[in-house]
């Protein structure tokens, strides 16, 4: 992503401020897809090297962010931004909030999943935890892009997929239910898997946010709170 798409600055040192900005969002966005991939591995296929790793992930991704929040306020301080710079900084604020956040949920993902190697295994292997998660990886995998290019048509497609992640959601959790009810040896398992599911809704939602954000950045709108058939009817209507 370039500067270009976001106006251009007299002073060189200003437009290297914002493009390193910007491309520490994107490093941070990679650690935590990283991160995000090892736990969501660990569940089909255990591996005892895998929390480390998710852990060791988890201290780096907080460390960008502490990294990205002083650059942020540093930038506020002492170049005066104008209104789009000043958009830019706020979004990334609240950008790196949300991959935190996931980078959080990863975590417990990896946590739990290392409970579920210690447990008889299901013969599908997890298969739904593992296909919800792909679904989600994708949504953040897209998020990124998005963010990348400023690519509102994208960050839109992934606000429509979130739908997907909240039905596969109530679907896994009332199957769950099911389990339990038939058969209580099944509790410590269904529960731990009704936990990862509630993590993984939460990251499609911190990949909504961010989304969002996105779309306020680049058209001005503050469309959080709002049905994506609004959004998208208000932005035809900007482009119109």
Known sequence: MSTEGLGHHISSRYNEDLERLRSSVLEMGGMVERQLAQAIGGITEPDA??????????LRINQLERSIDEDCSRILATRGPTASDLRLII???????????????????AAIAARLATRERPNNRYRELHNLGEVVSEMLHDTLDAFARLDTDLALAVLRRDRVVDEEYEAIHRQSITFMMEDPRSIRRALDVMWVVR?????????????????????????????IEEIERELRAGKG
């Open 49 to 58: 090297r895998m929390i480390v790793l998710v852990a060791q992930e988890e």
């Open 199 to 227: 993590s993984l809704e939460r990251i499609g939602d911190h990949a909504k946010n961010v989304c969002e954000y996105l779309i306020y950045l680049v058209h001005g709108k503050d469309v959080r709170h709002t049905r």
């Open 91 to 109: 979004t990334i604020l609240k950008i790196i909030t949300d991959l935190e956040r996931i980078g959080d949920e990863g975590e417990k993902v």
